[in-house]
């Protein structure tokens, strides 16, 4: 008897030979490789999923704080108001899908350039978020921290808005990512900025 006739006959007395399995086998092999790559394309599915929501929120907010920093410009608030109660309140109401009172934080306020510096001539804020602002940082009466990028001459006015909303991502690992993409230093928070 050759060998290639004893190969034979063993593969066919064991009913599997060089990689042929029977239907069950291959369905127990089919079960351990899909095992093994589930946990893989969930977490896949969910950095897709996060990137969506991410851009989606992002969008919003952008669209927020030029909507809120356009609306103070049209001084629907008296100029020698301290503040901005009319326009926050109607920036507010029309947010939506942004809960700006327990989901975010604005800063609204305006700017005027003196010969020495920026001072911030009113001043609002809302919503429950504990982060501070970044360039509207002395409050009412105090100067604004503009960066290097934003160029004012004497006697210029600009309206800022800064704005904050929360974003929790479903994958845990992706929320640091973002940030570090995007350059963004609040951890789960997305941050925008409007000079009108």
């Given at each position: 008897m050759t060998t290639s006739s004893k190969s034979k006959k063993l593969c066919a007395q064991r009913q599997w030979?060089?990689?042929?399995?029977?239907?069950?086998?291959?369905?127990?092999?089919?079960?351990?490789?899909?095992?093994?790559?589930?946990?893989?394309?969930?977490?896949?599915?969910?950095?897709v999923v996060d990137m969506g929501r991410y851009v989606s929120r992002k969008q919003e907010l952008i669209s927020l704080t030029r909507e809120a920093a356009n609306l103070?410009?049209?001084?629907?608030?008296?100029?020698?108001?301290?503040?901005?109660?009319?326009?926050?309140?109607q920036v507010a109401t029309n947010a939506w899908p942004i809960d700006l009172l327990n989901d975010g934080r604005m800063y609204m306020a305006r700017v005027y350039r003196t010969p020495t510096n920026a001072v911030i001539q009113q001043f609002h804020q809302y919503g429950n978020l504990p982060?501070?602002?970044?360039?509207?940082?002395?409050?009412?009466?105090?100067?604004?921290?503009?960066?290097?990028?934003?160029?004012?001459?004497t006697n210029q006015t600009y309206y800022?808005?800064?704005?904050?909303?929360?974003?929790?991502?479903?994958m845990p690992l992706t929320g640091p990512m973002f940030n570090y993409l995007w350059n963004n230093a609040k951890t789960n928070y997305l941050y925008d900025i409007a000079y009108f």
């Open positions: 030979c060089l990689g042929s399995f029977s239907g069950t086998a291959q369905r127990g092999i089919n079960t351990v490789e899909f095992a093994l790559l589930l946990p893989i394309l969930m977490m896949l599915l969910s950095i103070a410009a049209r001084q629907m608030d008296s100029g020698s108001s301290t503040n901005f109660p009319n326009t926050m309140t982060n501070a602002a970044l360039v509207l940082t002395g409050g009412f009466g105090g100067n604004a921290t503009l960066p290097t990028h934003v160029t004012m001459v800022v808005v800064e704005a904050y909303i929360d974003f929790e991502p479903v």
